[in-house]
């Protein structure tokens, strides 16, 4: 990582009066959960998502695609946050006002303490019915059992509450994303490849009206025309950047 990008970041949360944050399956991987498209352990590498992903997938096989979820619900139950969640859990008091907008589903923003969490693509621990949307209580959900329960509302099958490819995105939840968008003058991308829409355009959205994108990724093909780029992993990015921001300790963020 260029040490002068760290210093101008550190320089640009200093003044920032509105920070927003779009994260990624990579902010996660040091967790321990896989992302999706890593080409040797990514989700989609040993997985077609048509056959997951979508609900004619649900349709043509419930047991299947149900019971995939609830092995990556108990993955998400069995670790924890990492630095990163953790740092940008402490970012909220530290700037006046922070949006932290995800594209994951596995809860650990809210673990680590994240007080708001714009969740785009849905939270993989709660459940609703295939058919209405009614929300399935976590009481009716039996992760020892291959089948979904019924909605006792409708009858209908109960499916993961996540966004699948095809569906649109919770429009509350879209809505306060875009418009965060608009109003951030730092808007910092982390551990996302960007190539699923429409979180994929909401920094370009903030770009376009002026605030200085920022994107934090081991992988240079993730950065983004005109951005600063941070080369390298999140949970070690973050910590440094509390560090070189407000002079902290950046052992602080492993818990
Ligand atoms: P991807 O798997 O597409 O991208 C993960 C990104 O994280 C890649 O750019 C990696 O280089 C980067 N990365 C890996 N390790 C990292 C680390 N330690 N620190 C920081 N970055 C790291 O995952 P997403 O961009 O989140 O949608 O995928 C977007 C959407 O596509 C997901 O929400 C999901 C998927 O299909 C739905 O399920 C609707």
Known sequence: MNSN???TLAQLLKESRHLAILTGAGISAESGLPTFRDP?????????????????AFQRNPEFVWQWYVDRRKMANH???????????????RIPKLTLITQNVDGLHQAAGSPEVIELHG????????????????????ENS???????ECGSLARPDVVWFGE????????????????ADLFLVIGTSGVVNPAASLSLTARNLGATVAVINPDPGAAIRGSLF???????????????????DPSLFMK
């Not at 352990?41 to 004619?56: H, K, V």
């Not at 670790?79 to 008091?93: E, F, K, T």
């Not at 291959?146 to 006792?152: A, D, F, L, Q, T």
């Not at 649109?168 to 109003?183: I, N, Q, R």
Request: with cysteine; aromatic share 6%; net charge negative.
């Open 230 to 248: 941070l080369k390298g992993n999140s949970g070690k990015i973050l910590p440094e950047l509390a560090a070189e921001t407000w002079g902290i």
């Open 123 to 142: 939270n993989i621990h709660r459940s609703k019915c295939f058919l209405y949307g009614h929300p399935i209580e976590v009481e009716l959900v039996d």
């Open 40 to 56: 040797l352990t990514g989700l989609w590498a040993n997985f077609r998502p048509e056959d997951l992903a979508t609900p004619e």
């Open 5 to 7: 990008d760290l210093q």
């Open 168 to 183: 649109t995105l919770p429009e509350k939840e879209l809505t306060e994303a875009v418009s965060a968008a608009c109003s």
């Open 79 to 93: 670790v924890r946050p990492n630095p990163g969640h953790h740092m940008i859990a402490w970012l909220a008091d």
């Open 146 to 152: 291959i089948k979904p329960p019924e909605c006792p």
